[in-house]
C-alpha cells in the first residue's frame, strides 16, 4: 500500500507551487539538564509564538522535574528549521513513573493549512515503546490522531505525522497537540525529541480534489476508506465508484469523510486484491483523482502455522542476546494453545505453549482485547517475531476478542534439576515452558521482594543469585522465605544469557502443596463432595478469581469470577480432592478443600 501521508504532503506542496512554511519550532537550545528543567518552555522560531506545557494545563499532565520525568541531553541537527545550527540540547521525558503522561504544544495556525509535525527522536531500550498523538481545539477535548512507535536506539530519526486530513486545524486561532507516552521499564528508560517543527502552506480558498488519506481493512466483509475533507454523499456512495477485482460492492456507506464499503463476497484470508476508487468529489466539486489500492487480505497461507514449533522454526534472524531483532513478516498461529502465565504488569506478556514448545506473547499495544486465564485455551492469534536478547517473542500486531474455549490446563510442568536450570543450552531449547524444580530450599532468610532474585540449593547443587526471581506476586511479597525444602513452579524466562524461573502466584512455592496458605472459616462451599458445580458462599468479601489445585498443590484450573456467591464448574475435574484458592483485588485470599466425585 502507498505511504499516503507523503503522497498527500507531496500533492499539496505541488498544487500550490510553494513548499510548506514553519508555523512555530522549539529547537530546545539552551534547555537546562534535571532538576532544572522547565514544565513550560515557549517556541524559538517561526512566524507564530508556541508553547510547550508539562505542567498540568492546557490537557498537559504535571510532569515532575526532579524525580526525574523531564531532562535534557545532548541534542541533533536533523530537523532543524535554521538549517542546522549547533545541535545544542534535547527535551527528554523518562522514566516508567511518567507512562500515561502527556505534553502539550499550543499554537495559532491563523493563515495556515494542511498543518504537519515533524520533529527529531532517539529512544533508548528501556524507554517509551508508544507515543499518541492527539489534536484539539479547545484544550479539553481531544481527538486521537495516531500512534507512532519509537525507535529504542541511540541515533535520532525523523518523525512526521500529517495532519493534513484535519481540515479545522486550518487557520484556527488557537490548535493543541498532545503526545501521550506509553512503555518504559524502568526509571532511567527515555525518548528524547528535538526540532519539534509544525509547517503549513499558507491558506486560501479550496482549489484541490479531494484526497484518501487512509485505507484500512476493518473485516472480511467491510473496508474502509477515509478522505482528508468531507466528500459529497452522492458520488461518495456511489457503488459504481469503486471496483475489486470483479467483486461488487453492495453499499457504500458515507459519515462526513469516512466511507464504509460492504463487498458482496467475505474477502478470503492470504488473497491478494486491487481496490480501484474514483470520481468521489468534495463539496466544492473538485473531482479526485483516480487511486489504487494493492493489499492482501490477513496472512498469506504460506505465513499460517499450526503449532508453537512451528512458529519458532519460522525465525530466521540473528540469536545473539546482545541486542533487539525483529522480523517484520506477519504470523497467523492457527492451532490451539494454552495460557501457562500472565503477566499484564511488564507489557502485558502471556506465556502460551503446546505440545511442540511454548513462547511468551509480547502484547504492550494492548490488541488481546479480552481477558486471559491461566488454563485459557486460545488460537487465531496474529504477530511477528522478535529476538529480544535471546528470548524469542511473538509480538501481537492484531486486535485479538475471541473468546475463551476452555479452561482446563492439562499440561504438567517440565521437572528439572537444578544443574539443568543452570545449563544454558538446555534452557535454550526449552524457552518459556512451564517448569519446576523439587525440593529446593532458599539460602536467604527474611521476606520476599518484589524483583529480586534468590539463591537455591538442591542436595549439593547451588544456585548463586539468579534462578528464581519474584516479580509482581502481591501474595507473595512480605510473606516468610520458606526454611524447609520447597517445590518451585514457573515459566522458563531468559534475559542475557541467563534462565530465570518465575512463579505465578503464591501456590508456586509450597512446602507440601497448599496446606501452608492461611484458610478462611467465613467462606464456605456446597455441595461438597460436589458432582459439576460448586457454589461459594463469601460472605461479605469480593472474590475476582478462583483457582483450583490438586492435593499435591498442582495447578489444575482457573478462572474469573464477578458475584458475590460465585459457581465454579468442575465437572472436567477427575475424582479426587482439591483445593480452592479464591482472591480478590483487596489480596484477602481463601482456600477451601472440596471433593470432586
Request: include cysteine.
Amino acid at each position: 500500500m502507498k505511504k499516503l501521508s507523503l503522497l498527500l504532503t507531496l500533492c499539496m506542496m505541488t498544487l500550490l507551487g510553494q513548499s510548506q512554511e514553519v508555523i512555530t519550532a522549539w529547537t530546545f537550545d539552551d534547555l537546562e539538564a534535571s532538576p532544572s528543567t522547565p514544565k513550560v518552555i515557549y517556541s524559538n522560531d517561526g512566524w507564530e509564538e508556541g508553547v510547550l506545557y508539562a505542567d498540568g494545563t492546557n490537557g498537559s499532565s504535571d510532569f515532575n522535574s526532579q524525580a526525574p520525568e523531564l531532562n535534557a541531553f545532548n541534542g541533533t541537527t536533523m530537523n532543524d528549521p535554521r538549517d542546522s545550527q549547533s545541535a545544542s540540547k534535547d527535551f527528554a521525558l523518562v522514566g516508567n513513573s511518567a507512562n500515561g503522561k502527556s505534553i502539550v504544544f499550543k499554537l495559532s495556525t491563523s493563515g495556515y493549512q494542511n498543518i504537519q509535525l515533524t520533529y527529531a527522536q532517539r529512544g533508548s531500550d528501556k524507554g517509551f515503546k508508544k507515543e499518541e498523538w492527539w489534536y484539539s481545539t479547545d484544550g479539553v477535548n481531544f481527538v486521537f490522531f495516531d500512534s507512532i512507535s519509537p525507535a529504542n536506539i541511540i541515533t535520532y530519526t525523523l518523525r512526521t505525522v500529517d495532519f493534513t486530513s484535519v481540515t479545522e486545524l486550518n487557520d484556527a486561532e488557537t490548535v493543541y497537540f498532545k503526545m501521550t507516552v506509553y512503555g518504559a521499564t524502568t526509571s532511567a528508560g527515555n525518548n528524547r525529541i528535538d526540532n519539534v517543527v509544525f509547517r503549513g502552506n499558507l491558506a486560501g480558498p479550496d482549489i484541490y480534489p479531494p484526497v484518501i488519506t487512509k485505507f484500512t481493512v476493518e473485516s472480511p466483509s467491510v473496508l474502509k476508506i477515509v478522505f482528508n475533507e468531507n466528500v459529497d454523499p452522492e458520488t461518495a456512495e456511489n457503488t459504481d465508484n469503486y471496483t475489486m477485482d470483479g467483486y461488487i460492492f453492495t453499499s457504500a456507506a458515507l459519515t462526513e469523510r469516512t466511507v464504509v464499503l460492504t463487498p458482496s463476497l467475505a474477502l478470503a484470508e492470504g488473497l491478494s486484491y486491487t481496490l480501484y476508487v474514483s470520481n468521489v468529489e468534495d463539496l466544492e466539486g473538485n473531482v479526485m483523482t483516480p487511486d489504487t489500492f494493492n493489499f492482501t487480505f490477513g496472512v498469506d497461507q504460506q505465513y499460517h502455522v499450526g503449532s508453537i514449533a512451528e512458529l519458532r522454526a519460522k525465525w530466521n534472524g540473528p540469536t545473539s542476546t546482545d541486542s533487539v531483532y525483529k522480523n517484520n513478516t506477519k504470523y497467523k498461529l492457527t492451532g490451539n494453545v494454552l495460557v501457562t502465565a500472565i503477566n499484564q504488569s511488564y507489557r502485558n506478556q502471556v506465556f502460551i505453549q503446546d505440545e511442540t514448545g511454548a513462547i511468551v506473547i509480547d502484547d504492550y499495544d494492548g490488541l488481546i482485547e479480552t481477558d486471559l486465564y491461566v488454563g485459557d485455551e486460545i488460537t487465531g492469534l496474529y504477530g511477528t517475531l522478535t529476538n529480544y536478547y535471546g528470548l524469542l517473542q511473538f509480538v501481537i500486531t492484531d486486535v485479538f476478542t475471541s473468546e475463551q474455549i476452555t479452561l482446563f490446563n492439562p499440561i504438567e510442568p517440565l521437572v528439572l534439576t537444578l544443574d539443568q536450570l543452570q545449563d544454558i543450552e538446555f534452557m535454550n531449547n526449552h524457552q518459556c515452558e512451564l517448569i519446576r524444580v523439587e525440593n529446593v530450599t532458599f539460602t536467604q532468610t527474611g521476606t520476599f521482594e518484589n524483583g529480586k532474585k534468590y539463591d537455591l540449593r538442591q542436595g549439593q547443587t547451588t544456585g548463586t543469585g539468579v534462578w528464581m526471581h519474584i516479580y509482581n506476586i502481591p501474595d507473595l511479597i512480605g510473606e516468610a522465605i520458606p526454611t524447609a525444602p520447597v517445590y518451585i513452579t514457573g515459566v522458563n524466562k531468559i534475559s542475557y544469557d541467563k534462565y530465570y524461573l518465575i512463579p505465578r502466584d503464591a501456590p508456586d512455592i509450597s512446602t507440601t502443596g497448599i496446606e501452608d496458605i492461611q484458610f478462611d472459616d467465613g467462606v464456605t462451599l456446597f455441595p461438597n463432595p460436589a458432582v459439576s458445580t460448586i457454589t461459594v458462599n463469601s460472605g461479605n468479601i469480593l472474590f475476582t478469581k478462583a483457582s483450583i489445585y490438586d492435593i499435591n498443590g498442582k495447578f489444575v484450573l482457573s478462572t474469573q469470577v464477578k458475584s458475590d456467591n460465585p459457581e465454579i464448574n468442575v465437572e472436567n475435574l477427575a475424582p479426587g480432592q482439591y483445593f480452592l484458592k479464591l482472591s480478590g483485588k483487596d489480596k484477602k485470599t481463601a482456600v477451601k478443600k472440596f471433593v470432586k466425585e
